[in-house]
Structures are given as C-alpha cells and as structure tokens.
C-alpha cells in the first residue's frame, strides 16, 4: 500500500470497494443537521446549545476537545474539537449514534 501523508482520514465505499478518503474532502461534502430545525450545525455553541436541549452538558474540556455527557447520568460521552474547522465526519456520526432521531448527516451540495 502507497503512503500519501498522514494517513488520516474516512473510509467510504465506492463502487464496491472501500477506500481511504483525506479528511479534508470527506469534511467539504457532509454536514450535521439538526432535524427538527432543518438546521445546519455551524459552530460549537449552536450545537452544545442543540445538544443541551437534549440532556447533553459539558463534563471535561481542555484548550482541543469538549467532551459532553447526559445529565441522567448515561455511560455516554460525546468528543468534539474546540476548533469547529476540525469538526469531522466521525464527529458527525458520533452525535448522530447517540441521538438518532435529532441529529443526521447530509450531504451539501457542490
């Protein structure tokens, strides 16, 4: 297997296969909408305020990540950069497994 770089990045299909995707194209193309709104989640704030609505607060930060956990006392944490322009795919998928039916990932038009 060729190196290019890093190594990171997201694992999509295509045409069958499963190939390694860079970061920062994955990123370009998805975004996180917030259902019930039809709103795109754009910054940190608006979407601690989304998740808030829905039980979410902040349990540990450092000056790179926010990690939130449920009030009622769940075993879940959600992970999320400080830096909003590092907001990833797997963030994305992250807040969606943990709260289905209010959160999902779109793709954004070119």
């Not at 390694?20 to 909408?33: D, I, M, V």
């Not at 808030?52 to 009030?71: K, M, P, T």
């Amino acid at each position: 297997m060729s190196g290019s770089g890093s190594g990171s990045g997201v694992w999509v299909f295509k045409n069958g296969v499963m190939q390694l995707q860079p970061e920062q194209l994955a990123a370009g193309r998805k975004a996180l909408l917030y259902v019930p709104t039809g709103e795109r989640m754009t910054t940190l704030e608006l979407l601690e305020r989304r998740l808030g609505a829905h039980g979410w607060e902040r349990y540990y930060e450092n000056r790179d990540i926010v990690q939130l956990h449920r009030r009622d006392g769940g075993i879940d944490l959600i992970s999320l950069p400080r830096d909003f322009t590092k907001f990833r795919s797997t963030h994305m998928y992250d807040v969606v497994l943990k709260n289905r039916d209010s959160f999902k990932v779109v793709d954004v038009p070119s």
